[in-house]
Nanobody
Framework: QVQLAESGGGLVQAGGSLRLSCAASGRPDSSLAMGWFRQAPGKERDLVGAISWSGANTYYVDSVKGRFTISRDNGKNTVYLQMNSLKPEDTAIYYC???????????????????WGQGAPVTVSS
C-alpha cells in the first residue's frame, strides 16, 4: 500500500509561482511512476503531467508546457510540481497519483494510477 500526501497549495496572484510536493510512503523502494492531475470547479479531473520512476522521462499537457516542471527526489520519495507564470485558469485542486511499476515510462491515463493523494487546492487570482 502506498500513501501520498500533497502539500504546497495556496493562493497566488496571476504571474506568480507555487511548488507542490507529493510525499510517498509505505513502499520500500522508489519504483513509482508519478502523475499530477487537476480538477477545476465544475470540470473533470485532467492530466497535468507525468514523470517516470527514474525521472528520466517527463510529459506535460500543452496548456502547461514551458510553465510547469515535474521533478523528483527518490531519496526523499517526493515528487514536485513547480508551477510558474500561473494563470487564473490554473485554479484547481491538484492531485498526485502513483503507479508502482519498474517500467521507466510516463503514464497518461487516470486508470493507470493505483494510488492518489488527497488533493491540494491552488487558487490563482487575476
Amino acid at each position: 500500500q502506498v500513501q501520498l500526501a500533497e502539500s504546497g497549495g495556496g493562493l497566488v496572484q496571476a504571474g506568480g509561482s507555487l511548488r507542490l510536493s507529493c510525499a510517498a510512503s509505505g513502499r520500500p523502494d522508489s519504483s513509482l511512476a508519478m502523475g499530477w492531475f487537476r480538477q477545476a470547479p465544475g470540470k473533470e479531473r485532467d492530466l497535468v503531467g507525468a514523470i517516470s520512476w527514474s525521472g528520466a522521462n517527463t510529459y506535460y499537457v500543452d496548456s502547461v508546457k514551458g510553465r510547469f516542471t515535474i521533478s523528483r527526489d527518490n531519496g526523499k520519495n517526493t515528487v514536485y510540481l513547480q508551477m510558474n507564470s500561473l494563470k487564473p485558469e490554473d485554479t484547481a485542486i491538484y492531485y498526485c497519483a502513483a503507479n508502482p511499476t519498474r517500467r521507466d515510462y510516463c503514464y497518461l491515463v487516470q486508470d493507470d494510477y493505483y494510488y492518489w493523494g488527497q488533493g491540494a487546492p491552488v487558487t490563482v487570482s487575476s
